[in-house]
């Protein structure tokens, strides 16, 4: 199927819902191939280094006052996986959805979705791998993510409940968006755009495509 058509195709499979803010579910948006991508990206694991892991992402990328916890002397150590043109070759079908992204068709029917401008955006798309311990806090995104997506890759048949969770303006939680495999969520940044996920049972693995349109530089540039 070419990109067009798988595009159009996935029009008929997102659902709007309003509450606690708008936001949109996609269901069936990657490949075969592109879950397979996902799944088999190597991504290191902090608890396998020794280091005093408080359960978020905030150690990738080697922030000081982990690095102090690896053996290697402090050097910084990968724990997410971004999709760039140096490494695109190990992830030829991940380099296809990032081109339908930034192709204009795309990212103007979104525009229009999310009522925001796209035209001088770029992709940034990033591998996930989440591991026992793991959480994170309500927080709303930063306003340079112009669109912030989560796509939900489950080889393990890990649960349902491990899905993002959703909060009103009074950190109330309404709703967790289903952990289900090849199933998502999409939305615009926003002052009441509270999410993040409750510490939860991993049994093995929460893998996850992170799929933002942001205005700061990266490797994607939309047409």
Excluded at 2 to 15: Q, Y
Excluded at 66 to 84: D, H, L, M, N, P
Excluded at 127 to 138: E, Q, Y
Aim: hydrophobic letters at 30%; one cysteine or more; charged letters at 30%.
């Amino acid at each position: 199927m070419c990109i067009r058509d798988r595009f159009n195709s996935l029009k008929t499979r997102l659902e709007t819902y309003e509450k606690p803010f708008k936001h949109w579910a996609i269901n069936q948006p990657l490949t075969e191939k592109a879950i397979k991508e996902v799944c088999n990206a190597e991504i290191a694991n902090p608890i396998n280094d020794g280091l005093n892991y408080d359960g978020t992402r905030a150690i990738d990328g080697g922030e000081g006052k982990y690095r102090e916890g690896i053996k290697s002397g402090g050097k910084a150590k990968k724990y997410r996986c971004f999709v760039t043109k140096e490494n695109s070759k190990n992830f030829p079908e991940l380099t296809n959805f990032i081109n339908e992204l930034c192709s204009k068709d795309v990212h103007e029917y979104i525009a229009k979705l999310i009522k925001k401008d796209l035209s001088n955006s770029f992709v940034r798309v990033e591998v996930i791998c989440d591991r026992t311990g793991f959480w994170l806090k309500p927080h709303c995104d930063i306003k340079e993510k112009l669109l912030s997506s989560l796509i939900f890759v489950n080889p393990f048949n890990e649960s349902e409940n491990l899905g993002t969770d959703f909060y009103d303006e009074k950190l109330n939680k309404v709703k967790t968006v289903p952990y289900r495999n090849n199933y998502g969520y999409f939305f615009t940044s926003g002052p009441n755009t509270w999410h993040g996920m409750e510490k939860k049972e991993i049994k093995k693995e929460r893998r996850c495509l992170q799929v933002n349109y942001v205005t700061f530089p990266t490797d994607w540039k939309v047409e």
